[in-house]
């Protein structure tokens, strides 16, 4: 592991003058260098009219009210598409739609996106209107089947498009060719509030609220719902997703959000008030995620429309269930997974090839991009795990590395080798796909040659970048607390990390494979400082390593947290990296 202290330019930044020093360098380093940039209040959102295809997406939706058309949402079997189905029905209803349901399909039986089969189920409900959220850009032959039934089609999405575009009456979707919306980086959910905050601007224009009697919903209501659809699908926190989710945290820290969020908070053991970003990526997006990995994603989203704080509770209860059986499923194809990798033959330098295909037949298809994610960790390598699906095909997962766009790389593969690839999708970093099992092995090596192609040594080199050294002073609470405040950090945006040299006073395993820690820091000339001692924890420490007697001072790479147990608060550093110090 290399570990590098981020470069900054403070050349032209335009920063308050109190502002601290220490936040200074650690935005300049993600690339922020004015003030405005910083701004989190919904007032620097872009207007949703510089979005092509809203505009269309509003009238069929205006129309659709006034007429009382049965909608149908139909969404993705993740958190982000639970978050968008529930955004969609909860809006809707309020605004005074009367005939308003969802549909998320099984992914084991249907596929992914709104395929012909999922529209000959949704027409058993006879829609006249299908609403796609966090799907649909590459639903080419459903949107026709659709259409073909007399279906009106809304395509929400946020997924990179095809060569072709489906025929839908509207494509709301920033990444669709020729759209002027100045981020591409909503998520599936911040694409369906933007559409319904330009229907509600729409409908407040027609003054459909004064003339039915209906009060007028404040999108602001939703924003929970936004944030952790947003968090939990790991896009790029530029500032206008850091605005919506910082706004949606500051709901739920002051308790204005779904029963379903509070529960599955209660849940977590999480305090709604000391919220930050990353618990809802770790703690509720996984819990939600169980149930589209290994059931049916509409417990999820059940769970967040309930208002009914025992329901709420009760379906909390059965995600966490699902998400200890997935943990059980995920650690044992875990297992089998590092073996194969072991059994792989290394390069003359002893390394793992540049990009690692795995399948194994009784490996679950819900848990492989978790399995790709895990893998591609520990060996800093794009990799894609498979399982079987229906009718001889293997479904893949892919999760990728800095400097290798995992979606543009199987097009690729596909341009060049026709046929190879039943349909693929997804994004730079994850990205899914089908192929014949009979055609793993000519689609292993042609993925091979491609990402090597790609690649550079330096790319494989696996890399921790940090924002430098704290001195004594800035290893309190009070930095603690300045980090939380000022974020929200994450993908692209990275929580703030540090590195410096510490005396390990007390290493104790916990739990089974984490380790615990007493650290007081070191100076940088190697000398000890008077130091009582900061309690650290490393989750998923290499346990063949650590503890060790051998090693009292280590070169930490750490984040700043604030651990709260039993009402009573205390700095903790959280271990990314350890090694022994030169010291």
């Known amino acids: 592991m290399l570990i590098e202290a981020r470069t900054f330019d403070a050349l032209g930044s335009d920063f308050d003058e109190q502002l601290d020093p220490l936040l200074k360098r650690i935005y300049l380093a993600r690339g922020v260098t004015q003030q405005a940039a910083l701004e989190r209040q919904l007032t620097c959102l872009p207007s949703p009219s510089t979005m092509l295809g809203i505009n269309t997406g509003v009238a069929i939706l205006v129309e659709a009210l006034i007429e009382q058309k049965r909608v149908l949402i139909v969404g993705d079997f993740d958190a982000d598409g639970a978050t968008s ?27 992914y996106g709104l395929t012909p ?10 829609p006249q209107l299908l609403i796609t959220v966090d799907n649909g850009i590459s639903s080419l032959e459903g949107v026709d089947k659709a259409n073909s039934l007399g279906m ?21 979707n920033p990444n669709q060719p020729g759209c002027p919306f100045v981020s591409k980086n909503l998520a599936g959910v911040g694409v369906a509030f933007y ?4 229907l509600r601007g729409q ?4 003054n459909w609220f004064v003339e039915n009697n209906i009060p007028e919903p404040n999108m602001a209501t939703w924003l929970d719902l936004v944030a952790l659809g947003t968090v939990a699908d790991v896009v790029p926190l ?4 850091r605005a919506l989710v910082h706004q949606g945290l500051m709901r739920i820290r002051a308790g204005y959000c779904r029963p379903g969020i509070k529960a599955l908070l209660t849940i977590a053991g999480k305090n709604p008030q000391r919220l930050v970003a990353t618990d809802l990526g770790f703690a509720l997006g996984p819990r939600l995620n169980a149930a589209g990995r290994l059931d049916d994603i509409s417990l999820g989203i059940q769970c967040l429309l309930t208002g009914d704080p025992q329901l709420a ?7 966490d269930e699902l998400n200890q059986d997935r943990k059980v499923i995920e650690q044992d ?4 997974a590092l073996k194969i990798v072991e059994q792989i033959p290394l390069s003359l330098d002893g390394e793992v090839p540049p990009a690692l295909c795995l399948f194994q037949p009784e490996w679950h298809q819900g848990v492989v991009g978790l399995l790709a994610s895990r893998i591609k960790e520990k060996y800093h390598r794009p990799v894609i795990a498979f399982a079987r699906g229906d009718n001889g095909q293997l479904k893949g997962s892919s999760r990728s590395i800095p400097g290798l766009h995992i979606r543009d790389a199987l097009d690729a593969v596909a341009a060049q080798n026709p046929g190879l690839i039943s349909k693929f999708g997804g994004h730079a970093m994850a990205a899914g796909l089908s192929l014949d099992e009979d055609k793993l092995p000519a689609f292993k090596e042609a993925f091979q040659r491609q990402v090597a192609q790609l690649l550079s040594a330096d790319d494989l080199q696996a890399k921790i970048a940090t924002d430098g050294e704290l001195i004594q002073q800035q290893l309190s609470m009070q930095t603690a607390e300045l980090l939380r405040d000022n974020g929200p950090w994450g993908q692209l945006f990275p929580e703030p990390c540090f590195e410096g040299d510490f005396e390990v006073l007390q290493q104790r395993i916990v739990g089974e494979k984490h380790l615990k820690l007493v650290l007081a820091p070191v100076s940088e000339s190697g000398q000890k400082q008077p130091y009582a001692g900061i309690d650290a924890i490393w989750f998923n420490a290499d346990t063949a390593l650590w503890p060790s007697s051998h090693h009292r001072l280590v070169r930490c790479v750490y984040r700043l947290d604030i651990n709260e147990y039993r009402g009573q608060q205390s700095l903790q550093l959280m271990i990314q990296f350890l090694e022994p110090s030169a010291h």
Request: cysteine-free; overall charge negative.
């Open 333 to 336: 194809m875990q297992r089998e």
């Open 238 to 241: 530029d500032q206008i997703n």
């Open 117 to 126: 089969e999922i529209v000959d189920l949704a027409a058993e409900r006879e």
């Open 85 to 111: 189905s529930a955004l969609m029905v909860l809006a809707l209803t309020a605004m005074g739609y009367q005939h308003v349901d969802f549909l998320v399909p099984n992914r084991f039986d249907y596929g």
């Open 203 to 206: 409908l407040r224009t027609n």
């Open 313 to 319: 509770m009760d379906t909390a209860r059965e995600l």
């Open 152 to 172: 009106q089609v809304i395509v929400t999405d946020h997924h990179l498009p095809g060569a072709s575009l489906p025929d839908a009456a509207a494509i709301v």
């Open 195 to 198: 559409l319904l905050s330009a």
